[in-house]
């Protein structure tokens, strides 16, 4: 998949008989959703290029209407598919904040530069996040987000630096 492509959703249900979609939104603030004009969505075979026309709010979901549908039998079949926007419609993210696909795949490192492992996904929690760090031999571990844990997230060279509070992992 192309690194310049975002996960912001997936496709839930339809809603209503003219081809709107319900879609649970993976942005932190589902509003960020309003902006974008292009979506893509990843079917079975292929990757479809669509136009948001509206987007409208029911209790924890979105209602999202694609100028390219105006039928519920055309969008039946969209039920579980990922929809992906451009990095460049989602404008600039806030300083110490990531693209989760940004994350996986660093390496994870002490503040001594031991090497501990590389990032193979980030669980939301709610109260903060998690990197699930994958390490050779071992089980993996799961590092808290916050100050006192990751010290330095360091994109373009490929790393995170973290400092292990104790009792956080006996095996380190």
């Not at 590389?118 to 709610?126: Q, W």
Request: net charge negative; charged share 35%; proline share 2%.
């Amino acid at each position: 998949m192309d690194n310049n492509l975002i996960e912001v959703g997936k496709i839930v249900n339809t809603h209503g008989l003219r081809g709107d979609v319900k879609v649970i939104a993976w942005m932190d603030s589902p509003e960020d959703f309003e902006v974008i004009n292009t979506i893509y969505m990843k079917t079975r075979t292929e990757l479809k290029k669509l136009t948001v026309e509206k987007v409208r709010y029911q209790k924890n979901n979105l209602i999202v209407k694609f100028k390219e549908y105006g039928d519920i039998n055309e969008v039946e079949r969209f039920k579980n598919c990922v929809l992906y926007a451009e990095r460049s419609e989602l404008g600039e993210l806030p300083e110490g904040t990531y693209y989760i696909v940004d994350l996986i795949g660093l390496r994870v490192v002490t503040e001594e530069g031991d090497e501990i492992g590389v990032i193979a996904d980030v669980l939301n929690t709610g109260a903060n996040d998690i990197y699930d760090v994958k390490r050779e031999g071992k089980r993996n571990l799961l590092l808290p987000v916050i100050d006192d844990v990751v010290k330095d997230v360091d994109i373009d060279g490929g790393k995170v630096t973290v400092h292990i509070m104790e009792g956080l992992d006996d095996e380190v």
